[in-house]
């Protein structure tokens, strides 16, 4: 089965998690260990040809809730601060924003560097950084990898996440050794 061909209960899934029909879905990118699609793997362009630059975009509900949860917490604040602090993070960020924009332009190029969730600069949306994270796995987006170790530890581990996703570890203890 190619990329492009998804299963139709995929898509009726992907629908019913929507309250819409999914438009230009290439892939599931990522499957909840319960087996519900979580994350699709979109066209840069919409059949209709409207520029859709989210290449992953998160669509299993206990997801979107969670990142909208952690969004009016304030964690998007805290970790747009922690870019200008830690040079670490900002280049795993960039490097995520910049492996994000190759892979959409291997699909199709959209004649622009916006990739989203703020990239490469800012904290924007959770929703795309931990479809991101979700859709390549820890390592490749630090912060997603860090909103969905909060979202496990608020519940979805084994659910919606992994049972083997890596735990979150608070910022300020990241660089204790004492």
């Known amino acids: 089965m190619s990329e492009h061909e998804i299963p139709q209960a995929d898509l009726d899934a992907v629908a019913a998690q929507l309250g819409r029909e999914p ?14 699609p979580g994350v699709v793997k979109t066209a840069p362009r919409l059949p209709d040809g409207t520029p859709f630059p989210t290449l992953y975009y998160l669509t299993d ?16 604040r805290e970790m747009t601060e922690r870019l200008t602090r830690d040079p670490e993070l900002a280049a795993n960020y960039r490097s995520a924003h910049e492996s994000y924009l190759a892979e959409r332009n291997e699909i199709e190029s959209l004649g622009t560097d916006f990739t989203g969730g703020g990239m490469p600069d800012r904290v924007k949306c959770l929703h795309v950084l931990m479809a991101h994270s979700l859709a390549k796995g820890p390592g490749v987006n630090l912060l997603g990898d860090e909103s969905i170790a909060l979202a496990a530890d608020h519940g979805l581990r084994g659910t919606a996440i992994p049972v083997d996703w890596p735990a979150y570890v608070a910022p300020e203890a990241a660089g204790d050794t004492e």
């Open 23 to 36: 438009r230009g879905v290439l892939a599931i990118a990522y499957r909840a260990p319960d087996g519900t």
């Open 61 to 76: 509900p206990r997801l979107t809730a969670e990142a909208s949860r952690q969004e009016s917490a304030g964690v998007m």
